[in-house]
């Protein structure tokens, strides 16, 4: 079945049945594997994306939740022209990624946190990564990089 949705702001048509997990189609079908498979069950947050705008599972997402959303925005479509989202830069400045497996999922979920929070505190950081597993310790510098981000003009 052809289904249209929108990713990182381009209309694209993928051949995929109604009940297929956005995280699939977007790996197989469209080749974008920033967003990675963690637990299956939304719970460790590797597989997040923006789904107009809030950052959602795309393990459990169908895909056709997405079709009749605004559309959905990855890891890869967070920086604009070549230039990195401001957290993705500050977790490079911060050094906050380790092995890099969780850790678009966290850029996805600081970014929506930013957008509807332009300056957090480091406990509403915390507080909104709560479902990031991230297994490397480097929490303290992530919820840092974030803050960081937010004060960034």
Not at 25 to 52: K, N, T, Y
Not at 77 to 97: D, K
Not at 118 to 134: D, F, I, K, M
């Amino acid at each position: 079945m052809s289904t249209r949705v929108t990713v990182n702001g381009e209309a694209r048509e993928v051949e995929a049945s109604e009940d297929t997990p956005l995280l699939t189609v977007l790996r197989d079908e469209l080749g974008l594997v920033g967003s990675r498979f963690g637990c299956g069950q939304g719970l460790c947050g590797a597989c997040f994306v923006l789904l107009d705008g809030v950052a959602v599972p795309s393990c459990q997402t169908p895909l056709s939740q997405v079709a009749v959303s605004d559309g959905v925005v990855t890891v890869e479509g967070l920086s604009e022209g070549g230039t990195p989202h401001p957290v993705q830069a500050a977790l490079l400045e911060g050094q906050a990624a380790q092995c890099g497996f969780c850790i678009s999922g966290i850029v996805v979920r600081a970014a929506a946190l930013l957008a509807t929070t332009p300056s957090p505190t480091g406990e509403q950081v915390a507080e909104a990564l709560e479902r990031n597993l991230c297994r490397c310790g480097v929490q303290r510098r992530i919820i840092d990089a974030v803050v960081a981000a937010g004060s960034t003009p």
